[in-house]
């Protein structure tokens, strides 16, 4: 007999996934988007790196972003299309009750 599946709390209510393979361009940017976030105090993000989005262009890459009531991707193209992208996402309010 299958076991029922049982919600889980996790301690994060975004989850920002940055294609592996783009990523795979700059080595840091995985850590750099932490340490940013770290800094901002927005202990609601957690940043993964997942397998090609099948979005990413040629020189550039994709990050999706989900939450509970909203996901979005954005594609950018080059590194200095990204600064302006994470500073907009950790200038997004997060969640005031969470913990």
């Known amino acids: 007999m299958a076991k029922s599946l049982v919600p889980a709390h996790a301690p ?43 979005v990413c262009p040629g020189r550039g890459g994709c990050l999706s972003i989900t939450g509970a009531n909203d996901s979005r991707s954005y594609v950018y193209e080059g590194a200095g299309a990204l600064a302006p992208l994470v500073a907009a ?4 309010p997060g ?3 969470h913990r």
Do not use: F, Q
Request: glycine residues 6%.
């Open 12 to 54: 994060w209510s975004r989850l920002v996934s940055i294609c592996r393979e783009c990523a795979g361009g700059s080595a840091l940017l995985k850590p750099a988007l932490k340490m940013a976030a770290k800094a901002a105090g927005r202990r609601d993000l957690r940043i993964v790196e997942t397998s090609c989005l099948d």
């Open 95 to 97: 969640p005031e009750t």
């Open 89 to 92: 996402l950790l200038a997004e």
